[in-house]
């Protein structure tokens, strides 16, 4: 008797794929697996997968098929074909992170071949997908959402449904991106003004021991929702200390180069005397 309770179609198996993949597996689940390059799919075997390299194939006799790809492009190649080999009814889960406005009409196209859908992209890392913490959002028709809810609570620590509107995670999943990347960025050009001001990185990085910028989305970041440009660091003050930033450093700091031409256009605009947080004013 088979040691396994269901079986799945997995395709993408990168470091993210990958340990969702190993997670599946230690939670009684069979895991067929595709991934573009054959030999990456052939690494899950050791843990009990079944690489396949024809994405139809993999998707025999599953009972539900995940994606966790590139981008839409591979989406949408891989989903044509794997499609041959979804039964009917089969549903379709995809956790890449994608462009927004291509989702509702991805969501139709499996509808119309009979396969419910359900982009649910996540704000984890591979260990995170591997012990089944992190965040995953779902977007889309509720019904399909609480048929898939069961499978998919296993996979994460906090399992969010966003609402009916099918590209609605997607759009979440940007919006937390593009946050770690303004933060990394501007971490970066810290570590710049740091090291050009005679710090190494690690004196430069005990600074945030003790100063912790998450404050500004839970404070500025709400006021700026509601367009509340009361002052209490002008955007003009602001502006003259990106200049101090950049005269310190002496070369490019890419993300304060850019808040900086931002914030002359706002000025420029009459919005010296507003606070900082009218830079997001259009």
């Known amino acids: 008797m088979s040691r396994f309770m269901e079986t799945v179609a997995f395709y993408g198996t990168g470091m993210l794929g990958s340990g969702f993949v190993r997670s599946m597996l230690r939670r009684g689940i069979a895991v067929n697996v595709w991934n573009r390059t ?18 139809a194939a993999a998707a025999h006799g599953c009972v539900r098929a995940h994606l966790c790809l590139r981008d839409d ?21 995809d956790h890449t992170t994608v462009l927004p406005h291509g989702v509702p009409g991805r969501a139709a196209r499996l509808r119309s071949a009979g396969h419910p859908f359900l982009h649910a992209p996540v704000f984890m890392g591979p260990p995170q997908a591997l012990d089944a913490s992190g965040i ?8 399909v959402f609480e048929m898939l809810e069961p499978a998919l609570a296993p996979m994460t620590g906090d399992l969010r449904y966003l609402g009916e509107r099918e590209d609605l995670a997607a759009v979440c999943k940007l919006l937390g991106n593009a946050m770690i990347l303004a933060v990394i960025g501007g971490l970066n050009d810290a570590f710049t003004i740091a ?3 005679g710090l190494t990185r690690e004196q430069a990085y005990q600074v945030f021991s003790f100063f912790s910028p998450a404050g500004q989305i839970a404070g500025r970041g709400k006021r700026m929702a509601a367009r509340d440009y009361e002052p209490t660091w002008t955007l003009d003050m602001a502006r003259k200390d990106a200049t101090l930033m950049q005269a310190a450093a002496g070369v490019p700091l890419p993300v304060i180069d850019a808040v900086e031409i931002a914030l002359g256009d706002a000025a420029q605009r009459g919005l010296g005397a507003h606070d900082l947080s009218a830079i997001a004013e259009r």
């Open 38 to 55: 054959p030999a990456r799919a052939r690494l899950l075997e050791a843990d009990g997968a079944r690489a396949f390299e024809d994405p």
């Open 73 to 93: 492009a591979s989406v949408d190649a891989t989903l044509a074909a794997a499609l041959p080999g979804l039964e009917m009814g089969v549903p379709v889960v």
């Open 136 to 143: 995953m959002m779902c977007g889309g028709p509720r019904d």
């Open 195 to 197: 090291e050009r001001s």
